[in-house]
């Protein structure tokens, strides 16, 4: 089920944007800074936890996933790659991801889950990451990886905003917690399996 294996496809999309954007002199890094301002302010949506908040949190957690795959699609425009830059966005998605999952469980006052999720979330970029520093090249796949986590994010919150009432014991928010917190360590143990093995 993971999104980012259409990463190919969605960059095709982005080409009228990756046009504009090197029209109005945009850098790969300054997008990828302004593509973590949307996470944060995505995050302060959720945090608010109303209605319309958590819609135009959603919209934000788009813009954040459209622009992940602009700064790398204009880098490759500009002939811009560097090892610098590659850094600058990984650094950067990995506190979007943090500040996201904060946004969310603050949002219920729900920290425990929050913790929780956020180490599945970072274990999984983890993996994908370590995986490439041993020399088996970038891993995206795996059960849900940061394309399906956005979707999630960004679906769950118009869905939190439809419905604000528990579903249960917990809210939408609360549940979407719960399944980063299982899923997420079940794709790293899954990468970590499939590295495991291609590495012996």
């Known amino acids: 089920?993971?999104?980012?294996?259409?990463?190919?496809?969605?960059?095709?999309?982005?080409?009228?944007?990756?046009?504009?954007?090197?029209?109005?002199?945009?850098?790969?890094?300054?997008?990828s800074v302004?593509?973590?301002?949307?996470?944060?302010?995505?995050?302060?949506?959720?945090?608010?936890?109303?209605?319309?908040?958590?819609?135009l949190g959603a919209f934000c957690v788009l813009a954040n996933g459209w622009l992940d795959l602009l700064d790398g699609a204009l880098a490759r425009?500009?002939?811009?790659?560097?090892?610098?830059?590659?850094?600058?966005?990984?650094?950067?998605?990995?506190?979007?991801?943090?500040?996201?999952?904060?946004?969310?469980?603050?949002?219920?006052?729900?920290?425990?889950?929050?913790?929780?999720?956020?180490?599945?979330?970072?274990?999984?970029?983890y993996l994908g990451t370590q995986i490439q520093a041993v020399g088996l090249g970038r891993e995206y796949g795996g059960l849900v990886g940061r394309a399906d986590r956005l979707a999630l994010i960004g679906v769950v919150a118009v869905v939190a905003a439809v419905v604000p009432e528990?579903?249960?014991?917990?809210?939408?928010?609360?549940?979407l917690l719960v399944f980063f917190t299982v899923i997420g360590h079940l794709t790293a143990f899954q990468r970590f399996w499939g590295a495991w093995h291609d590495l012996s």
């Open 34 to 55: 302004i593509a973590f301002g949307f996470a944060v302010a995505a995050a302060g949506g959720f945090y608010l936890a109303t209605p319309v908040s958590y819609v």
């Open 77 to 125: 425009t500009q002939n811009a790659e560097s090892r610098g830059g590659d850094l600058l966005d990984h650094v950067l998605d990995r506190y979007a991801d943090i500040v996201l999952v904060v946004g969310l469980a603050a949002g219920i006052g729900r920290y425990d889950l929050g913790l929780l999720a956020v180490t599945g979330v970072l274990m999984t970029s």
């Open 1 to 31: 089920m993971t999104l980012d294996r259409l990463r190919h496809v969605a960059e095709i999309a982005l080409d009228p944007m990756v046009a504009a954007a090197d029209r109005v002199g945009l850098t790969p890094d300054g997008v």
């Open 166 to 175: 528990p579903v249960g014991p917990l809210s939408a928010v609360g549940w």
